[in-house]
């Protein structure tokens, strides 16, 4: 029987269903070379990798750390160290910082002109020599979170990515939910505690093998310098100018009864305030700090004032504390020997706000004749400290 109607429609159905079967294989056969590829793709890629929660859930840290002993066991070998620390997601941790050894002798160097008016003396604002320029160093590692609620650190490259001929690891006790969750907290274990003249120091790997103190806070703020809050609004802003800052420090000095050396733990910060109505800080004429001459204070000698100047340095974070004992100008208007330089590092929490520092002490004692370091080690302080707003739970030493 014949397939072909008078008007040809049947030959054209007979050669469409064809036309159409053969796209079909074409297609399937397209579709499963497509799998087949995809199959691969996954077989070659391995299984999906796990992520390693951040510490807190927070990514970027302002820390500090050190090594601080008595002069009997480290000859006076005590260095400090102020940095920022970058968590990854990966597992991964990289920190880039400054550091100061005091076998090096430091020295201070004029950061800006604090001409402040009022009571507070016209004078240089100084911090440690090397803070003004770029980090000294650098390290990468990884990161973990231990069985008992530690936070492991451990350093295996230097900056450049050179093998370090041993990593080393840092212990962390990690505190959550500050300031409403906007802040994550890091300390070495015995880094708080009661003010005292002898700390107990830790063996090494308590904390960790090659320092034995460290503190940090971090959020989710950016590290640059677009999230540092100006010293107008430390002075100026309601929500930091009644804020009392305080904190721990931990510190490598002289016992002053027995001269002896000793590691030590003090108060920083006070019940003072930066925008006190009767005696408020104030702003700096032309540099970005500010002065305060603090009255009836601890100062040794007939007059009791201390002098305090903090600044603004560099980018990032940074800021730059100094203070002194009016008395030892000897009625000049500046004292430009033995005053405490104090590098700084801001923290800032997750919604841009300020909360506080994290710093390290790197004093040298210096010649009054030369103002240059007469090797009186005994006389040096170094250490760090914390000094941040109530919201961080600062645990203040009784």
């Known amino acids: 029987m014949s397939n072909k109607r008078p008007d040809g429609r049947r030959t054209v159905e007979v050669e469409l269903t064809s036309v159409l ?35 807190g859930g927070k990514a970027n840290w302002v820390v500090s750390v050190g090594h601080m002993d008595l002069a009997t066991k480290n000859n006076f070998r005590n ?11 990966d597992g991964t941790v990289t920190t880039n910082y400054w550091t100061w050894n005091q076998r090096d002798q430091p020295r201070r160097v004029d950061a800006m002109t604090a001409n402040c008016g009022g009571a507070v003396p016209t004078c240089a604002v100084r911090t440690v020599d090397g803070f003004a320029g770029d980090p000294t160093g650098g390290y990468r590692g990884t990161f973990a979170h231990a069985a008992d609620g530690r936070l492991a650190v451990t350093w295996t490259h230097d900056a450049a990515g050179t093998a370090l001929g041993r990593p080393v690891t840092e212990n962390w006790n990690l505190t959550t939910g500050l300031a409403g969750g906007r802040v994550a907290k890091i300390a070495s274990p ?29 959020s989710n703020a950016p590290l640059d310098r677009t999230s540092r809050a100006s010293m107008s ?18 510190v490598a000095k002289k016992q ?42 601890s100062c040794q000698g007939v007059d009791k004032d201390r002098v305090r100047y903090i600044g603004e340095i560099g980018g990032g974070r ?37 909360q506080g520092w994290v710093g390290v002490e790197a004093f040298a004692h210096v010649a009054t004749s030369t103002g240059l370091p007469d090797g009186k080690w005994i006389d040096d302080y170094w250490g760090i400290f914390d000094m941040v707003s109530n919201d961080l739970q600062p645990r203040l030493p009784s």
């Not at 203070?323 to 104090?342: E, K």
Request: some cysteine; overall charge negative.
């Open 318 to 354: 940074r800021n730059t504390e100094e203070y002194w004992c009016q008395d030892l100008a000897q009625q000049q208007p500046c004292y430009l020997y033995n005053s405490h330089p104090r590098p700084m590092l801001q923290v800032i929490d997750d919604a841009g706000e300020f």
């Open 256 to 297: 002053k009864v027995t001269n002896a050396s000793i590691v030590a733990r003090e108060k920083t910060g006070g019940d003072w305030t930066f925008g006190a109505a009767a005696d408020p800080w104030r702003l700096c004429d032309g540099s970005p700090c500010m002065g305060w001459l603090q009255q009836n204070t």
């Open 79 to 89: 260095w400090v160290r102020l940095g920022y620390y970058a968590f990854k997601d």
């Open 21 to 55: 079967s053969s796209v079909v294989r074409r297609s399937v056969a397209a579709l499963a070379a497509v799998a087949a590829l995809l199959a691969a793709s996954v077989v070659t890629a391995g299984p999906a990798r796990a992520l390693t929660p951040l510490p």
């Open 233 to 250: 609004q430390l002075v100026q802003d309601p929500r930091y100018n009644a804020e009392p800052y305080r904190g721990d420090f931990v």
């Open 190 to 218: 015995t880094f708080h505690g009661p003010v005292t003249d002898y700390v107990t120091v830790p063996e090494p790997g308590a904390f960790s093998a090659y320092a034995n103190f460290g503190v940090g806070y971090g």
